[in-house]
């Protein structure tokens, strides 16, 4: 008898289950390192670049909860 997904042990399953929270930490957290570098390079150039990166980014902010609601209405 055929089936299509792999024969995985519980250990293994075990593993990958404590393991995967890790990765996400450690994602979050490149991400906000490079967060607070690029916010610090943007307010270290002055008022009108940031006035311009915050309306962009409310933008991408707005945009990207549209397409969510969108999506998910269908």
Do not use: C, K, N
């Amino acid at each position: 008898m055929a089936t299509d997904t792999p024969a995985t042990s519980p250990e293994a399953d075990a593993l990958l289950g404590q393991l995967f929270p890790l990765w996400h930490l450690v994602i979050g957290a490149f991400v906000l390192i490079v967060l607070a570098l690029s916010i610090r390079r943007l307010a270290a150039r002055g008022q009108t670049r940031m006035t311009t990166a915050l309306l962009v980014t409310g933008g991408a902010i707005a945009g990207l909860t549209a397409l969510g609601i969108y999506f998910d209405a269908r």
